[in-house]
């Protein structure tokens, strides 16, 4: 490795706009004439609109227009879609409720926008926002994902019965049921898996600007994926045409999923722009992130795990209902679906798998992809099982897995997955040595002298990585191709420019994919400039989501490069007057192998662009671009070991280890990935002690603001032990497997294992608030 | 936030005048901690913020008479470093350390807290369990009369809280029992042994009807000052608040576990 190449630790490039302040945020971004937006939002569950009337808003200062659903109907301005067609057990299609970006007579959740309301100020368009009154008709609610489909609920859509939008399944159902004829024992467990709220720091925000004169559109916009947003806007809402509108998704404070989605906002501001001749900009304050960021998880299963004598398993039935909120959003069908039941078999040999997801519509905010998008709920139900069976088994967890480890590869799930490579043990076996699982008893016997109640928790998770293959997932039902584009552009000068079609909202994309030039070329990465997040700039890209950006954007990035470092070889073998064959290129030189003729790197750069010696026939310039498509999802997999101290007087958990093993195949910078899983820990900690998005019977969200949600803080995690061992991914060109979502996804069975044995409970569900585990631990004593 | 306007007295007489101008529409600001938030919820709507920084007679820490006295327009994180504070009443200085985060302490202020009695405040608790008398600008209250249940205080219209004293007492214990979201209290307890030797405990964040006194505690710690004193007691969950973060009778519980801590740490 190069000092600033593949596997340094290189600062992040970005941080210093970032660390002061000097950031450029959708909220940043000002043109003139610019005007603001408020949108008028249902206080209500379920309602009818009765009517609209904004005569006192239109007296009140600074007001420039209000719109609502009915004028965005004769526009003809689309509902919002989902991408991915998930089909019914029945064959039949999933049944999407029509969602107007103005709600049409009809509002389903809290939150969910009417109307919007331009002033020339902030204030004056939240004030006028107020002054625009609604009558409505309540309706009853459900908030619930299992009781949304019993008898009598109260129906959300025409087009759903039952409230159920599908009802799919994947796996083999007579495999299965044969599996559970004749075991030697069935572990039956019921899970619930919370639904949470994204929480990027940066909240979400739209700047739309109709230039009348060139009948051109710009957005800026919270996005995780401009390009999407551009063909979406363009195909299906007929916002603007493709090539008439400009997605721009400058400085993005994080996203989790919550920005992949292309909201009503957006596009309402782009139309509005148009209609009110003023570019409209929309900032979400916190509460409204609250109310209408797409939620996560919200999973309700029952499941089932048949063993043999040996204590092998024989096969797994799952049944789950995923709460979809009100409406579908761009990939909340295939969350649940094929993001979750695919990992079912998470590290282990399961001969037969057979799971039925039924998604339901209630009365609160859509549920899409966040952090992990369907791999946490499936690890949480597949590491929680694989606990509880040891404990009912007598076993330790760790052989009850090891006798049941996959360990050779490739290996087929029956449930769609193929896994490439792995080494299970090896991760378990270094987590549980660093976690010194050996000495735990002896550490339980003393906080026990404390009266503190000490448990031990272990999860191994396997995730997919890198979406997708397109082929396969078009099969599937997604709507889009999933490769990823990247274009290397070197100057005569020698620096190089990437464009991706990767976003970054927080990755270090401008540090990681700048080694992975520099490990190329041997240039350094300052010279390496990454450029993305404009539909102008870049050629096309598919975005940043599912930890996509190594195993998908860099593979397309290293692709380009094999082209650019090919052409630049004939050059220089050519002014060499060497073997092509013969030319190497490192350290930023150019040169003959085993002789010491070179020439800089940039000489050949400036050759290919002065033409004046080129072999011949070739074109000058040195510029390449690549769309790559991957062969198989990755599988970053590993072992996390938790280690808390439970308070009995109180119920407070405390993490007093927390010890992270994973496998995330070749790693570009460490510090980087060391950064990820931090984050993605904090987060999978915080779902499983502090976060739970709440709603009350009448659907109000009770969660609303940081008074009520409880974010992770610091002092709530201990100081992470993480490491990672390596097995190349064998399916793309650099050996990534992706490291961003794995923390979220490894760590919340691990904590709920290690405090149902602290408290010698396992009937507790997230968040294991101390209240919870006090009557946990009541129940039992 | 609705459009307001901005006042800056530099006197109490200035800030009544202007308080009684408003008509009952303009809004006292102190650290602004507590009103700013709710402005900006849109949930409060002053015509004017009459802005008590520069008013010079909140200000100021001083120890007379065998009392402490501290300005209504002392911050917390003042409170929390100031030397006379930490000689007499080192517990108090330690509470003030222990609010919000490092901007809400350095604005924040315990005339701003005192006056707005939030169920969850921890000043109260305190002031309770010392026996502190509230000091306005046209009388002296002692605490017990002052904090009249949630979010109320004898406060009259344009009454302004200009400080607090209290004799220091030989002991105190704070314990703090955070709520998961708000790091507010959940369960906030003072025990105080105060220097004629009774014993004062200041609970809050747990009861229903805003800060209060367990009187039965303060009878069994006065005989005997340990946390043993308090195994027989039980707190009723019907006078305990209960929501999302925890039920009323998960605070009942909560409170005598904390007291007990409050104790433990007290004998320190
Ligand atoms: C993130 C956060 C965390 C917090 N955590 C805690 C905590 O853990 N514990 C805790 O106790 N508090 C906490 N607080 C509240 C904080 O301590 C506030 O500073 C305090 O409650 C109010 O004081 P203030 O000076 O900011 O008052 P302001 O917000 O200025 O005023 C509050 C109310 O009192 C009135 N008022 C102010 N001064 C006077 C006066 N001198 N006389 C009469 N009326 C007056 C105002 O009109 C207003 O109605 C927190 C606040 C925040 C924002």
């Known amino acids: ?781 | 936030m609705y459009e307001t306007s901005y006042q800056r007295p530099t006197s109490i007489d200035e800030a009544v005048k202007l308080l009684g101008d408003s008509d009952g529409e303009g809004k006292l600001m102190s650290g602004g901690m507590t009103l700013i938030p709710t402005m900006k919820a849109r949930l409060a709507m002053p015509t004017s913020l009459i802005d008590l920084r520069h008013v010079a007679e909140l200000k100021g820490i001083s120890f007379e008479n065998g009392r402490l006295k501290i300005g209504g327009g002392t911050t917390h994180a003042e409170i929390k470093a100031d030397a006379t504070v930490k000689q007499h009443a080192p517990t108090l200085s330690y509470l003030a350390g222990l609010i919000g985060d490092p901007a809400v302490r350095h604005m924040g202020t315990i005339g701003g807290s005192v006056a707005n009695h939030d169920p969850a405040a921890d000043y109260p608790a305190a002031l309770l369990a010392m026996g502190a008398t509230i000091h306005t600008n046209t009388r002296e209250v002692v605490a017990d009369d002052f904090f009249t249940g949630m979010f109320e205080t004898a406060l009259e219209e344009n009454e302004i809280v200009t400080a607090v004293s209290f004799e220091p007492p030989q002991a105190a214990g704070w314990e703090k029992f955070r709520n998961p979201a708000s790091r507010y209290a959940m369960a906030g307890v003072f025990v105080a042994k105060r220097a004629d030797g009774s014993v004062g405990v200041g609970v809050t964040g747990a009861g229903n009807a805003g800060v209060f006194r367990w009187k039965e505690a303060e009878s069994a710690l006065g005989s005997n000052f340990d946390g043993s004193a308090l195994d027989g007691l039980s707190l009723s969950a019907n006078d305990m608040m209960g929501d999302m973060h925890g039920s009323a009778g998960y605070r009942a519980n909560l409170v005598k576990v904390v007291t007990k801590r409050a104790v433990a740490s007290a004998k320190r």
């Not at chain 1, 309540?138 to 039952?162: C, S």
């Not at chain 1, 139900?381 to 069976?389: G, K, S």
């Not at chain 1, 100057?491 to 270090?508: A, D, K, Y």
């Not at chain 1, 940039?602 to 040195?622: I, K, Q, S, W």
């Open chain 1, 1 to 781: 490795m190069g000092v600033e190449g593949i596997g340094a630790k290189v600062l992040r490039k970005e941080d210093r706009r970032f660390i002061t302040g000097q950031g450029r945020y959708t909220d940043d971004m000002s043109v003139p004439g610019m005007k603001y937006a408020a949108f008028v939002r249902s206080p209500h569950a379920h309602a009818k609109i009765t009517s609209i009337d904004a005569s006192a808003a239109r007296e009140m200062p600074g007001f420039i227009e209000f719109l609502d659903g009915q004028q965005l109907k004769a526009d003809g301005i689309g509902n919002i879609i989902c991408g991915w067609a998930v089909t019914s057990k029945d064959g039949s299609p999933m049944k999407m409720g029509a969602y107007p970006a103005l709600a049409d007579g009809i509002v389903r959740y809290v939150g969910q926008p009417i109307g919007i309301v331009i002033a020339e100020t902030q204030a004056q368009a939240r004030d006028a926002a107020e002054g625009v009154m609604i009558e409505y008709e309540e309706l009853p609610v459900v908030v619930n994902g299992p009781d949304a489909m019993k008898a009598g609920a109260p129906q959300l859509h025409p087009e759903a019965e039952n409230n159920i939008c599908f009802d799919w399944e994947l796996g083999d159902a007579d495999a299965t049921a044969k599996a559970f004829e004749n075991p030697a024992k069935v572990i039956k467990l019921d899970i619930v898996n919370n639904r949470l709220s994204p929480n990027p720091i940066e909240p979400r925000a739209a700047l739309g600007h109709y230039n009348s004169a060139e009948d051109h559109y710009t957005c800026y916009t919270t996005s995780q994926n401009p390009h999407v947003a551009r063909l979406v806007m363009s195909a299906f809402y007929n916002v603007a045409p493709e090539h008439k509108l400009r997605v721009i998704a400058p400085d993005v404070g994080g996203g989790f999923g919550a920005k992949i989605y292309i909201y009503p906002e957006e596009i309402v501001c782009l139309w509005a722009s148009k209609r009110t001749h003023v570019p409209v900009k929309w900032t979400s304050d916190r509460t409204e992130a609250f109310l209408t960021d797409a939620h996560g998880r919200d999973h309700v299963s029952d499941v089932e795990m048949a063993l043999d004598a040996n204590n092998k398993i024989l096969g797994l039935r799952v049944n789950t209902v995923a709460n979809l909120g009100a409406y579908m959003s761009l990939f909340s069908s295939a969350t649940p679906t094929y993001l979750y039941a695919t990992l079912l078999s998470g590290q282990y040999n399961i001969p037969a798998i057979y799971a039925n997801v039924k998604g339901v519509y209630t009365n609160t905010a859509p549920v899409d992809a966040y952090r992990g998008a369907g791999r946490p709920e499936a690890t949480y139900v597949i590491e929680r099982t694989m606990e509880t069976a040891a404990r009912e088994l007598g076993m330790s967890p760790a052989e009850f897995r090891r006798i049941n480890f996959i360990r050779e590869f490739p290996h087929q799930t029956p449930v769609i997955m193929n896994y490439d490579t792995g080494d299970f043990e090896a991760t378990m076996e270094a987590a549980m040595k660093t976690a010194d699982v050996a000495g735990f008893e002896g550490r339980r016997q003393e906080a026990k002298s404390r009266g503190k109640l000490r448990g031990l928790g272990m999860s191994c998770y396997i995730e997919a990585c890198g979406i997708a293959p397109s082929k396969a997932v078009g099969s599937l039902g997604a709507g889009v191709g999933l490769w990823e584009s990247a274009e290397v552009r070197v100057n005569p000068v020698g620096t190089i420019e990437i464009l991706t079609g990767s976003h970054s909202h927080g990755q270090g994309h401008e540090t990681t994919f700048a080694q992975v030039v520099s490990q190329r070329f041997g240039v350094p990465v300052d010279n390496v400039q990454i450029v993305h997040g404009d539909t102008d700039k870049v050629q096309f890209g598919m975005g940043t989501y599912g930890s996509r950006s190594g195993a998908v954007g860099c593979s397309a990035i290293s692709k380009a490069l094999d082209k650019v470092e090919a052409k630049a070889k004939k050059i220089g073998a050519h002014l060499l007057e060497a073997d092509e064959g013969d030319i190497v290129i490192e350290n930023g030189e150019v040169k003959v192998a085993g002789t010491d003729k070179k020439l800089a790197w940039h000489e050949v750069c400036l050759g290919a662009y002065t033409g004046h010696n080129l072999p011949d026939g070739m074109e000058p310039g040195l510029k390449e671009g690549a769309f790559y498509d991957p062969q198989n999802f990755t599988f970053p997999a590993g072992c996390y070991i938790c280690e808390v101290e439970v308070d009995p007087d109180t119920g407070v958990t405390e993490i007093v280890q927390f010890v992270a093993a994973d496998d995330f195949g070749n790693i570009i910078n460490p510090m980087i990935v060391e950064g990820q899983v931090h984050g993605g820990l904090a987060q999978g900690i915080g779902q499983a002690l502090l976060e739970g998005v709440n709603y009350d019977e009448t659907g109000q969200l009770v969660t609303a603001s940081y008074m009520d949600y409880a974010m992770p803080r610091a002092w709530d995690l201990p100081m992470f032990k993480v490491e990672t061992l390596v097995t190349p991914c064998t399916t793309n060109p650099l050996g990534l497997k992706g490291c961003g979502e794995a923390g979220a996804i490894g760590s919340p069975p691990a904590v709920m294992n290690a405090i149902t044995d602290a408290i010698g409970n396992n009937d507790l569900t997230m968040p294991a608030t101390p209240e919870k585990v006090w009557n946990a631990i009541n129940a039992v004593n």
